[in-house]
């Protein structure tokens, strides 16, 4: 099966730690992202790449950092800098171009105790 | 600057009705616009996109939705409701490609309720 698969489906993080979300996709999509839902807010972008080894800042990055050294996986880590981390986070990833759709995994559902 | 507007929070329908809902963006330029689905605690699914051509775009699960350039609307719709429906709608827009990233920028979302 084609798809995106984001992993752990829960994840507990104490205070003060780092915790790296996993995000593999075998659609042979170049472009990758990482979004963060809150409820009520909608999705915000975190990062994203649009090829291998090349990744940007979105709207809301501070706190969060990625790598993109293979084209199937974009792995986010969600550090200590972080204040807030508590949320659900989506990774998605898409043909090159405007006009293509999304595709989403299944969220990574952070939460700090 | 970029926005999408959902403006009901939620939408209840009862099961066989049609149901609409609403979306408006503010953008400069043709924009490409898109409508997923969430279910709880799940990813987004794609549902439909407006590109170009016909206002009248059909999608996935019986959905359709209409472009109006005048009104900067793309309201989803379904002719009869189902309870398999209730779910959690955002609407997208996008502008197209000119050389570089373009930002995709979501509404906050519409839970739709459907009742038996």
């Known amino acids: 099966d084609g798809g995106i698969t984001q992993s752990p489906k829960y994840l507990f993080r104490k205070e003060g730690q780092n915790v790296t979300l996993s995000c593999e996709q075998n659609?042979?999509?170049?472009?990758m992202y990482w979004y963060r839902q809150d409820p009520g807010q909608g999705l915000r972008l975190i990062y994203y790449?649009?090829?291998?080894?090349?990744?940007q800042k979105g709207d809301i990055a501070e706190g969060y950092s990625v790598s993109r050294e293979k084209k199937e996986s974009f792995p986010l880590t969600v550090t200590s800098a972080q204040k807030n981390p508590t949320a659900f986070y989506l990774c998605a990833s898409s043909r090159r171009g405007s006009n293509t759709e999304a595709f989403f995994g299944q969220g990574t559902r952070l939460t700090v105790v | 600057a970029q926005s999408v507007a959902q403006p009901e929070d939620q939408v209840n329908v009862a099961e066989g009705n049609p149901l609409t809902v609403k979306c408006t963006y503010s953008v400069s330029g043709n924009p490409y616009l898109f409508w997923y689905v969430q279910y709880p605690n799940r990813g987004l699914q794609f549902l439909l996109k407006y590109i170009t051509g016909d206002n009248l775009v059909k999608g996935s699960y019986g959905f359709e939705a209409e472009f109006n350039k005048s009104q900067t609307s793309f309201h989803l719709k379904k002719p009869s409701a189902l309870v398999s429906d209730s779910a959690l709608y955002f609407c997208a827009v996008r502008l197209p490609n000119s050389g570089g990233y373009q930002k995709v920028t979501f509404g906050t979302g519409t839970k739709l309720q459907v009742i038996p």
């Open positions: 659609l042979n999509h170049d472009a």
């Open positions: 790449s649009q090829i291998v080894n090349d990744f």
